[in-house]
């Protein structure tokens, strides 16, 4: 199957992910259960592990929580709310512990001990207190920014109001779990689909005296800021929060060895139905706080801590219809239409199929009785089929060769890694010249993490379209307003605010406009990287000449595939005329340049070679953190060339022609005092 084709798969399910995040945290009420939220996650991981050049700034992997609501203050986090990566089974955390062990460059005799804690399913919250006063409390929202949710949370017993203890920090950001206890939601439950969705609408109440209604429970588990602070472990981290008057969960332990993991987690599981609150995994943090600095983040998620989540739901019905869904890329996604069924507390009626590869290996069919599973993190699936129910006259089901949309011929793209056809199906079309990508696209550009423009949503966009109002790009900032002005559930204001909000927008950073093109394999990290290095938006144009994006091989962390997708994106017709009008509309603000203020500043540095005590990993991060810069490739611009271990003799002959300084690993050291 082509890349395209993977790509548009890859992001259909990205697009459904937003969906359910922003039902789950924004709406509190989730459109399904946890285990099918979950089970999108995952599917989506899985193929982002497999295929490298799947990359989107919304992917589980990246996105935490959602967009806070305008009902409450929004107000940011000093530090960033994170998610977890999740673990399924024994292998997952064994890849979890050995990229650990890469990262720091451990040994095998040395054993990493971890803090395992049952992860409550409830609704995060962070408490600041300052001089041992409870003084404001935020919603996780999305990670970077929270709601001011401070009168609700002081209704919530749990929570201290004030802490006069000695050594208490100057100030802290304490982080937990608000959540209802099974017992207490019998009570409320006529109202309330589960306990999570209970805690969560009674945590965002406008009105504290009805939360104060509601028996909401808070368990402390982290901290986020934190000034005079002197703790050195996780383990004694929980401890103090006893002692400062929190509740913590009686289910803490501390392990060390996967096997053990392992074995608390069946343990754990098996308890679970006995627990006062509802629990969906085991939460694994490396307990040596020294270590998780060291091993820092990934995006959105550190590198020192994943969730091992508990066995998955699932659930018999039957197949009313087989769809294909286009999405942005191209990319054909079956979705089986199933009789409703309830998995978990949740009505489902979509599941994904994949591709056509899996429907062919299962034979899957429309009227077939099949097991849907809502597993870590895929979205719904079919598990299996009951061929004992099949239907006499049962066909198989033919993938189509045409575009459902467009009628373009779809094709399979052929993967020059594994040497076979892709197994997702694409429409062959460029773009622009399908209706449904382009419908896709737009969608795309006006998303929060590109233009971002207020009240501009997925709706409208389906509704400005089906109007012919817009159909590429730049109309949006052509729009006919008086003809907006007379539409069904439109007026004088609502208009208004639209255009305050798209002329708002004509101004926008070079990385966030890069993004928001939808240039395949190009997504927000590396919309930032292509930005950094350009500069500037009249760079960006000048990749139209092949010879300008073959520059971009400079770059660390983009590679080949991103580099033809960028050629290819500018070699079509369609983007350039959309780019040269766009291009006359906005006003696209140089990229915003690394602080420059560190020990390395200006300098360019490559590794060659097995580096002693730190991984590759990290040693790029401290030079990033030092406003240093790495490259991928030897070249004129790089001042060091860092040799460890068996280096590559290639790498040290290019770099003592081009009069290049070669340093060891104590040398660069040495740099960073």
């Known amino acids: 199957m082509k890349n395209s084709k993977i790509e548009k798969e890859y992001l259909k399910k990205i697009k459904l992910f937003q969906k359910y995040n922003k039902f789950y945290y924004d709406d509190s009420d989730p459109l399904v259960t946890d285990s099918e939220f979950d089970a999108l996650k995952r599917e989506i991981i899985v193929l982002e592990k497999k295929y490298k050049f799947l990359n989107s700034d919304n992917s589980p992997l990246k996105s935490v929580g959602f967009t806070p609501s305008k009902n409450f203050k929004k107000i940011k986090h000093k530090i960033q709310m994170l998610s977890l ?21 451990l040994k095998e005799n040395i054993k990493i001990e971890y803090s395992a804690e049952p ?41 201290p109001k004030v802490i006069n203890i000695e050594k208490f920090p100057i100030e802290i950001d304490i982080r937990g779990e608000v959540y ?26 406008k009105d504290p005296a009805a939360t104060s209604k509601i028996p909401l429970k808070f368990i402390a588990y982290t901290f986020g800021s934190a000034k005079g602070m002197n703790i050195k472990s996780q383990s004694n981290f929980l401890k103090n929060l006893k002692i400062w008057g929190f509740k913590t969960n009686e289910y803490n332990k501390n392990i060390t060895g996967i096997k053990n993991l392992i074995l608390n987690h069946e343990y754990l599981e098996k308890k679970r139905k006995e627990m006062k609150f509802d629990v969906d995994g085991i939460v694994y943090k490396v307990n040596d706080f020294d270590l998780q600095k060291r091993l820092g983040y990934v995006t959105n998620a550190p590198r020192w801590a994943v969730a091992h989540k508990f066995s998955a739901n699932s659930s018999i019905s039957e197949i009313v219809n087989i769809e294909i869904q286009v999405g942005r890329t191209g990319a054909l996604t079956p979705v089986a239409k199933i009789k409703p069924v309830n998995i978990g507390g949740v009505m489902v009626s979509n599941a994904t199929l994949h591709n056509e590869d899996e429907i062919n290996r299962k034979d899957i069919r429309v009227g077939d009785t099949v097991t849907v599973e809502r597993a870590g993190d895929v979205i719904p699936h079919v598990v299996s089929i009951n061929l004992q129910k099949r239907k006499k006259n049962s066909k198989k089901f033919i993938f189509p060769t045409k575009c459902p949309s467009c009628g373009s011929t779809t094709v399979k793209d052929f993967n020059e890694i594994t040497k076979k056809n892709d197994a997702v199906r694409r429409c062959s079309s460029e773009g622009f010249e399908c209706d449904q990508i382009a419908k896709e696209k737009i969608k795309h550009f006006v998303s929060k993490e590109a233009f971002n423009i207020d009240g501009f949503g997925k709706k ?51 990385d966030k406009f890069i993004y928001s093109l939808g240039i395949r394999h190009i997504g927000q990290e590396n919309a930032k990287l292509l930005a950094r290095h350009l500069k500037s938006a009249n760079n960006f144009f000048k990749l139209s000449l092949k010879k300008d994006a073959n520059e971009l091989k400079n770059i660390d962390g983009i590679g080949d595939t991103q580099i033809n997708s960028i050629i290819n994106f500018f070699l079509n017709k369609t983007n350039q005329e959309f780019l040269f009008e766009l291009k006359k509309i906005l006003e696209i603000t140089d990229a915003v340049q690394i602080s420059q203020s560190g020990l390395l500043k200006n300098k360019t540095f490559m590794f060659t070679g097995k580096l002693q005590n730190i991984s590759r990993a990290e040693a790029k991060s401290l030079v990033e953190k030092n406003s240093g810069n790495i490259v991928s490739s030897v070249i004129k611009k790089l001042d060091y060339l860092v040799i460890g271990e068996k280096p590559t003799n290639r790498k040290i002959d290019q770099a003592k022609n081009l009069g290049i300084k070669i340093i060891s690993q104590k040398e660069w050291t040495d740099l960073l005092n």
Do not use: C, H
Not at 85 to 105: G, W, Y
Not at 140 to 151: M, N, P, S, V
Not at 197 to 205: H, W
């Open 85 to 105: 990566s999740n673990a399924f089974n024994e292998d997952d955390l064994k890849n979890f512990e050995k990229k650990i062990r890469n990262f720091l460059s």
């Open 119 to 159: 992860k409550i399913d409830g609704i995060s919250a962070s408490l600041t207190y300052k001089n041992g006063k409870f003084v404001q409390g935020l919603s996780r929202g999305d990670g970077k920014e929270g709601e001011d949710i401070t009168e609700n949370l002081k209704t919530i017993k749990d929570i």
């Open 180 to 205: 209802i206890q099974n017992n207490d939601f019998k009570k409320i439950s006529q109202k309330f689909a589960n306990p999570r969705n209970a805690a969560s609408g009674s945590l965002r109440q």
């Open 460 to 510: 409208i966009v389906e509704n400005f379209w089906m109007l012919k109002l817009i159909k590429f790009p730049q109309d949006i900032f052509k729009l006919d307003y008086e003809k907006i002005r007379y539409l069904d559930g439109w007026g004088n204001l609502s208009t208004s605010n639209l255009k305050y909000a798209i002329e708002s927008k004509k101004k926008i950073p070079l």
